[in-house]
């Protein structure tokens, strides 16, 4: 049960850039403490999103979860939104690799649209990133913590 929890937080953060949190690598070697330090330096005042994104093929990128009380909830993304575009850049054949890229590049002044598709009709949403809360930042850590820093990885 917090195993899915904790896995999502991650993704989350993972989209907003903060690459080196290694939820690529759940084996992490650094120790708790240094993860814990790293982490948090990474984050704070970092703005992001809230989703995690799953690369269909074929079907391109879908929203698969939007982190609680983050901008993706506050404007109104759904799971299961097909993301079309995002700031004028096409996303139909993007990976969520370049989605990273392209909303990582929006971080200067935080400003978003998107072209998603919905239900069977194209909408536009406009949306702001914003930084993390401490608690946000505090639930990320806990999460990287519960996955790479455990010896209970087979107990799922
Ligand atoms: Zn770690």
């Known amino acids: 049960m917090f195993h899915n929890l904790s896995r999502t937080i991650v993704v989350a953060a993972l989209l907003a850039g903060a690459a080196a949190v290694h939820a690529d690598d759940p084996k992490c070697s650094a120790s708790a403490r240094e993860c814990e330090q790293r982490i948090r330096q990474m984050l704070s005042g970092r703005r992001f999103l809230g989703v995690t994104i799953e690369e269909q093929r074929p079907g391109g990128l879908v929203v698969k979860a939007i982190t609680a009380k983050s901008p993706a909830e506050r404007y109104g993304l759904k799971e299961g939104d097909r993301l079309i575009a995002l700031n004028g850049r096409s996303l139909t054949q993007a990976s969520a690799k370049e989605f990273k890229q392209i909303l990582a590049g929006a971080r200067a002044d935080g400003k978003l649209w998107l ?37 209970t990885a087979g107990a799922q």
């Not at 914003?130 to 850590?141: A, F, L, N, S």
């Open 115 to 151: 072209i998603i598709w919905r239900r069977g009709a194209y909408r536009r949403v406009d949306a702001q990133l914003e930084p993390y809360t401490k608690e946000q930042i505090d639930k990320i850590i806990a999460a990287h913590l519960a996955e790479s820093h455990t010896t």
